[in-house]
């Protein structure tokens, strides 16, 4: 099949809606999400695909637009030093260039903060063991001191009470933990939370985009329009002073 910018309009939409970079590369969530773009291609007659796309022509194909269009925006851009100008198919790869990135800086930024995020629990997690353990050695030392003068009732009413008390220190550190626990939860639903609005707010911005192109390419074409009803009235009327002249 021979590519047109028809062609690549209609994939760059397509990848733009199915958005594959919100999964890791070279993974399978991200082969279905490219097999799922050739699937709704495939077939279609305006512009014509051929029959059963593979998502590997379709994924070498966006990669292979999007390299030509960063090294000619590069070139134009040095040499005019001023912005290139932009066409339809210019910003849909645009736009999906700038997907790609949100996403791999999202991604990049989620990992970082999960591995700080995991060290600050562990150390939490090892100082809270450490001192609940110091404090029950320390208690456990306490009552043996005291046991050494004691009848041996008395001592073994005092083991109940050590036992007590150790399940009582038990308590307090399962409960720390426990609360540790929860705090990290909470902090990894914010992350997602802040990286999803993240997402969202890039969607939203890059649609506001494609509606003004959209206007200007409107606007552009009722110019144009007007230019040429202008000239055929000019010309109907230079027709009609002709034929009067006669």
Same mark, same amino acid.
């Not at 700080?116 to 306490?142: C, G, T, Y």
């Not at 230019?227 to 000019?234: D, V």
């Given at each position: 099949?021979?590519?047109?910018?028809?062609?690549?309009?209609?994939?760059?939409?397509?990848?733009?809606?199915?958005?594959?970079?919100?999964?890791?590369?070279?993974?399978?969530?991200?082969a279905q999400i490219w097999q799922k773009i050739a699937?709704?291609?495939?077939?279609?007659?305006?512009?014509?695909?051929k029959e059963n796309m593979s998502k590997r022509s379709?994924?070498?194909?966006?990669?292979?637009?999007?390299?030509?269009?960063?090294?000619?925006?590069?070139?134009?851009a040095a040499a005019s030093g001023i912005s290139p100008?932009?066409?339809?198919?210019?910003?849909?790869?645009?736009?999906?260039?700038?997907?790609?990135?949100?996403?791999?800086?999202?991604?990049?930024?989620?990992?970082?903060?999960?591995?700080?995020? *995991?060290?600050?629990? +562990? #150390?939490?997690? =090892?100082? $809270? /063991?450490?001192?609940?353990?110091?404090?029950?050695?320390?208690?456990? &030392?306490?009552?043996?001191?005291?046991?050494?003068?004691?009848?041996?009732?008395?001592?073994?009413?005092?083991?109940?009470?050590?036992?007590?008390?150790?399940?009582?220190?038990?308590?307090?550190? *399962?409960?720390?933990? +426990? #609360?540790?626990? =929860?705090? $990290? /939860?909470?902090?990894?639903?914010?992350?997602?939370?802040?990286?999803? &609005?993240?997402?969202?707010?890039?969607?939203?911005?890059?649609?506001?985009?494609?509606?003004?192109?959209?206007?200007?390419?409107?606007?552009?074409?009722?110019?144009?329009?007007?230019?040429?009803? *202008?000239?055929?009235?000019?010309?109907?009327?230079?027709?009609?002073?002709?034929?009067?002249?006669?």
């Amino acid at each position: 099949m021979d590519w047109t910018d028809d062609h690549d309009i209609a994939l760059m939409k397509e990848v733009r809606i199915e958005n594959p970079f919100k999964t890791k590369k070279k993974t399978s969530a991200r082969a279905q999400i490219w097999q799922k773009i050739a699937d709704k291609l495939s077939g279609v007659k305006q512009p014509l695909f051929k029959e059963n796309m593979s998502k590997r022509s379709i994924q070498d194909r966006y990669i292979l637009v999007s390299d030509k269009y960063k090294q000619r925006m590069r070139q134009e851009a040095a040499a005019s030093g001023i912005s290139p100008s932009y066409s339809e198919l210019d910003q849909l790869i645009e736009e999906c260039i700038g997907l790609e990135k949100l996403e791999d800086d999202l991604r990049q930024k989620d990992s970082e903060l999960s591995l700080s995020k *995991e060290e600050k629990d +562990r #150390e939490s997690a =090892l100082e $809270i /063991r450490r001192v609940a353990m110091e404090n029950l050695s320390q208690s456990k &030392k306490r009552k043996e001191a005291t046991c050494e003068d004691e009848v041996k009732k008395k001592k073994l009413r005092k083991t109940g009470n050590d036992t007590m008390e150790y399940l009582k220190e038990k308590n307090l550190q *399962e409960a720390a933990i +426990r #609360e540790q626990e =929860l705090k $990290i /939860r909470e902090q990894e639903l914010k992350l997602k939370e802040d990286i999803e &609005k993240q997402r969202i707010e890039y969607m939203m911005a890059m649609m506001h985009q494609q509606q003004e192109l959209q206007q200007q390419q409107h606007q552009q074409f009722q110019a144009v329009m007007t230019q040429q009803n *202008e000239l055929m009235k000019a010309l109907i009327l230079k027709s009609n002073v002709n034929k009067n002249s006669f």
